[in-house]
């Protein structure tokens, strides 16, 4: 399944991959941070800066953003860091990745992981950097799945413990 970069053609797919979050209850999608005030078009042109280390504001880091594309629906969401902050350390790592809720459980994170490894590679990044909630059992299959191990666990008040995995990207 390829990824692909966010595209002026896909103003809807985009619509209804965050309109399935909001319906599911989840405001937050790991893997996308364009604002959702932004027109479509801005949403292109800055997430396509953000790869090329454009725009970047306080604390954040050149990323390059995928999606998982099949039969013109975007069904997943990947964000390569392309280095890490002190913060990213902690939580967020080098590759966040989110699966629309209405198409969980099918192997898209899998699909997702892997190519965000991919893009490590390319990178440079030997040894990616993958965090998630230690309440997520996907997740954790999926890093495992890759070669991952998780290596600390933290607390964090009032939010579900943070896992830490080192995942080899070749």
Request: aromatic fraction near 8%.
């Amino acid at each position: 399944m390829p990824l692909v970069a966010l595209g002026l053609h896909h103003e809807q797919a985009l619509r209804a991959f965050e309109a399935d979050f909001d319906a599911a209850g989840e405001a937050h999608m790991p893997g996308w941070f364009a604002d959702l005030a932004w027109s479509h078009a801005r949403r292109v042109e800055v997430v396509s800066g953000w790869e090329r280390g454009e725009g970047l504001e306080g604390g954040q880091v050149a990323c390059t953003t995928r999606f998982l594309e099949v039969e013109g629906e975007l069904t997943g969401v990947v964000n390569v860091r392309h280095e890490l902050t002190a913060c990213l350390r902690f939580v967020g790592g080098h590759v966040g990745y989110a699966v629309r809720p209405s198409a969980r459980r099918r192997g898209h994170g899998t699909a997702l992981l892997r190519g965000g490894l991919d893009v490590c590679a390319r990178l440079g990044i030997e040894r990616a950097l993958v965090t998630c909630d230690a309440t997520n059992d996907g997740s954790i299959a999926v890093i495992r799945r890759h070669g991952g191990r998780a290596f600390e666990r933290e607390a964090r008040a009032g939010k579900p413990d943070v896992l830490r995995f080192w995942v080899p990207t070749q």
